[in-house]
């Protein structure tokens, strides 16, 4: 099934129809994000760091957070691709070894960790060893953090895009784009996973774009978190939480 779902997953990537992913931090929030028609349910790792209660940026154990995912895989019945950061420090195979273990059937890996971008190189590296390991049997979907790290050149982004796809990524993520005429730029040349956030154009536009994806990261977490604090300060000021 792991190669099956996977392709079910890789085929869902169109430059017509973007595959669209608010991200789930738990089982509940994934068979919601199910139930409401998705066809695919992608992990958030900042919030599922949160739910977990450690701090986002790899702070999270590596089994942690793959438990947390194979709970995700077993309560839906749609693909599921896991945010894992860098790898929480896991080599290349064992990585993929586990991911597959806990049922993923896609992953986001990121280029920046705690002392910066990493080397271009060194992390088409990682990708190649990744793709390897897993063959067929996962989508990877890489970050590229040079509009959060680097130099914010689309130039840059489109080096780093082209060197990851090669590496064998199947799509790449240039998380901190907003501008539409930057986003159009890159999607041209690249299949590109775009983070829908405040400022961001509408789906239908990111769509028009050419855009193969689109992810909401922690913004979904963050809100009903924001809501679920706000009912938690009536009920302690002895007013009705449901009015």
């Known amino acids: 099934m792991t190669t099956e779902t996977a392709t079910r997953l890789r085929d869902l990537h169109t430059r017509t129809s973007p595959l669209i992913l608010p991200n789930v931090w738990d089982a509940a929030s994934a068979r919601a994000v199910e ?24 702070h999270t154990p590596p089994a942690e957070m793959l438990a947390a995912v194979a709970r995700i895989v077993r309560a839906v019945g749609v693909p599921v691709t896991a945010d894992m950061e860098r790898g929480y420090g896991l080599k290349p195979a064992e ?6 273990e806990a049922g993923a059937s896609g992953c ?43 130099d914010r050149t ?40 775009v983070l829908f956030r405040p400022g961001a154009p509408s789906l239908e ?17 963050k809100a009903a978190h924001t809501y679920a604090e706000g009912l938690f300060a009536a009920v302690r000021e002895g007013r009705n939480p449901y009015q």
């Open 108 to 150: 986001n890996l990121e280029d920046s960790g705690r002392d910066g971008l990493i080397d271009r190189e060194e992390q088409a590296d990682f990708l190649a060893a990744v793709r390897a390991a897993a063959g067929a049997d996962l989508v990877v979907n890489a970050r590229v953090d040079t509009y959060v790290a680097g």
């Open 205 to 221: 536009e990111l769509a028009a774009l050419g855009v193969v994806r689109v992810s909401y990261g922690h913004g979904l977490h």
């Open 35 to 58: 139930a409401a028609g998705f066809p695919v349910v992608a992990t958030g790792s900042s919030a599922m760091a949160a739910v977990l209660g450690y701090e986002d940026g790899e």
């Open 154 to 193: 689309t130039a840059d982004a489109l080096i780093r895009g082209r060197r990851y796809l090669e590496a064998g990524a199947d799509c790449v993520y240039p998380i901190g784009l907003a501008d539409a005429e930057e986003i159009g730029a890159l999607a041209a040349q690249l299949p590109i996973n």
């Open 95 to 100: 990585l993929v070894e586990r991911l597959l």
